[in-house]
T-cell receptor
Framework: NAGVTQTPKFQVLKTGQSMTLQCAQD?????MYWYRQDPGMGLRLIYY???????DKGEVPNGYNVSRLNKREFSLRLESAAPSQTSVYFC????????????FGEGSRLTVL | QQPVQSPQAVILREGEDAVINCSSS?????VHWYRQKHGEAPVFLMI?????EQKGHDKISASFNEKKQQSSLYLTASQLSYSGTYFC?????????FGTGTKLQVIP
């Protein structure tokens, strides 16, 4: 079972470049989330999608856009990368609010020079 | 707004107990607890729903005080495998936000 798959796992960008982080889950989950993790800051919610066709801002949405392409896929786009976006990005999914448990991908390490 | 966790770090000897606290200023639907090992993704420990009971498995349990919007994670008779960073996640309206984490180190 693949679970939650994130691509790429590592990426180096120059300031101003754009890129998309891909996330796909094969568990038929309804809700999907994007977090970033920085030292001492814990996990901060960027965007989430409670169900297919909906997306909402989290705590730190500035500089990011998301697309819930279908039930399986939830992508995160950086239109013009900045050094402050250097971080480890985690995608997570869950069946629904009642099930509760979030399943995380392995993470994507992004460096912006 | 992130929930507040305490302590930020704790060192235990094998067999000792620890309590990690989590508080929020918002009315919560649920509280989640996760453990993360270095270089890995967070792993689910348990969830406490509003109106639910205290939960636990093995030597790890948790409680949720709905009136105070506070939760505590209890680790008893700690083992080396308990080392890692513990995060509480608080949920309102499908949004799950995490605290800054508690780094737990268990030494022999």
């Amino acid at each position: 079972n693949a679970g939650v798959t994130q691509t790429p796992k590592f990426q180096v960008l120059k300031t101003g470049q754009s890129m998309t982080l891909q996330c796909a889950q094969d568990m038929n989950h309804n809700s999907m989330y994007w977090y970033r993790q920085d030292p001492g800051m814990g996990l901060r919610l960027i965007y989430y999608s409670a169900s297919e066709g909906t997306t909402d801002k989290g705590e730190v949405p500035n500089g990011y856009n998301v697309s819930r392409l279908n039930k399986r896929e939830f992508s995160l786009r950086l239109e013009s990368a900045a050094p402050s976006q250097t971080s480890v990005y985690f995608c997570a999914s869950r069946l629904d609010r009642e099930a509760g448990e979030l399943f995380f991908g392995e993470g994507s390490r992004l460096t912006v020079l | 707004q992130q929930p507040v966790q305490s302590p930020q770090a704790v060192i235990l000897r094998e067999g000792e107990d620890a309590v990690i606290n989590c508080s929020s200023s918002k009315a919560l639907y649920s509280v989640h607890w996760y453990r993360q090992k270095h270089g890995e993704a967070p792993v689910f420990l348990m969830i406490l729903l509003k109106g639910g009971e205290q939960k636990g498995h093995d030597k790890i349990s948790a409680s949720f005080n709905e009136k105070k919007q506070q939760s505590s994670l209890y680790l008893t008779a700690s083992q080396l495998s308990y080392s890692g960073t513990y995060f509480c996640g608080t949920e309102t309206h499908q949004k799950v936000t995490f605290g800054t984490g508690t780094k737990l180190q268990v030494i022999p």
